[in-house]
């Protein structure tokens, strides 16, 4: 049985999802940290041969990991690790701020592993990652500094040892 | 904390004013639905064009924190031009 907190949050994600003018309004209610400065990297290597990983906030994970936590209103600052050797059907959505039923038919247009798979079959990049991260993006109250002091850090650390050359961003 | 650790980056952001906030290097912003940041299901060459933006972002972009507007006008837009071998030459990028 889904807790009340979770439906409701289902529901209005699923409203605002209808409804681009309400989006709108909500995200004119919700302010987010202001960041300090801008962190910044230049590109080294030409594309064609880089390594490129992707980063989502889009609430993806494999089948038989922990389901990000929906039930704390702060949100769950923890990441999973994604293994894009196993079929896309390996992978699904948790998360209940935002309507996924479209990613849940196609992953790609939050988790483009398929065309990354075939901008490397084409030699666009130099090799998509094994390893990939999911975050779920409600991270809010005392989750942030846990996100920011530990898992951001430990994910930037698995990717380096990995040796990504590029991350690909994507929101939910 | 990625960029720090000596990988750079680049996003994709659906609310332009949460990105301005939060500043992270190079964004593409897309005047899209929540949930949708590379289009709309099964749309392939939607989900390339954007995938083109970001990769294009991700080189030309020397001011950290730029946000660059895709312009792409949901379904109002014309992919066609994103197949494999149109959008070869266009991410043929250098740093």
């Known amino acids: 049985m889904i807790e009340p907190a979770r439906l409701k949050n289902r529901f209005i994600a699923r409203i605002l999802g209808k ?9 004119s209610l919700y302010y987010p940290e202001e960041s300090e400065g801008v962190p910044w990297t230049p590109v080294k290597k030409p594309l064609k041969e880089s390594k490129i990983a992707i980063v989502t906030t889009a609430g993806v994970h494999h089948r038989d990991q922990t389901p ?9 600052p923890s990441y ?9 059907g390996d992978f699904v959505i948790t998360h209940d701020y935002y309507d996924h039923t479209d990613a849940d038919r196609d992953l790609n247009i939050v988790f483009p592993v398929d065309r990354l798979r075939e901008f490397e079959e084409a030699s666009i990049i130099g090799r998509l990652a094994d390893t990939h991260y999911g975050f779920m993006g409600h991270v809010a109250g005392r989750h942030i500094d846990t996100l920011v002091r530990k898992k951001a850090p430990e994910v930037a650390g698995m ?3 990995d040796g990504v050359d590029a991350v690909l961003l994507t929101p939910a | 904390m990625i960029e720090r650790a000596g990988i750079p980056t680049a996003g ?51 001011m950290p924190g730029d946000i660059i507007d895709s312009g792409f006008g ?3 837009e014309k992919y066609d031009r994103y197949s494999i071998s149109g959008v070869k030459e266009e991410l043929d990028l250098q740093p």
Do not use: C, N
Not at chain 2, 17 to 23: D, L, N, Q, S, V
Not at chain 2, 24 to 42: D, I, K
């Open chain 1, 19 to 27: 409804f681009p003018f309400l989006e709108k309004i909500f995200t």
């Open chain 1, 68 to 76: 990000f936590d929906m039930t704390d209103p702060d949100g769950d």
């Open chain 1, 80 to 88: 999973r690790i994604l293994d894009v050797r196993k079929p896309i």
């Open chain 1, 159 to 161: 990717l380096k040892s």
């Open chain 2, 12 to 62: 994709i952001t659906i609310v332009r004013k949460y990105t301005e906030k939060i500043k992270p290097p190079r964004s593409v912003f897309l005047r899209w639905p929540f949930g949708h940041p590379l289009g709309e299901p099964f749309m392939i060459e939607q989900q390339r064009a954007v995938l083109t933006e970001v990769f294009k972002a991700l080189y030309s972009v020397t």
């Open chain 2, 74 to 76: 949901w379904r109002r």
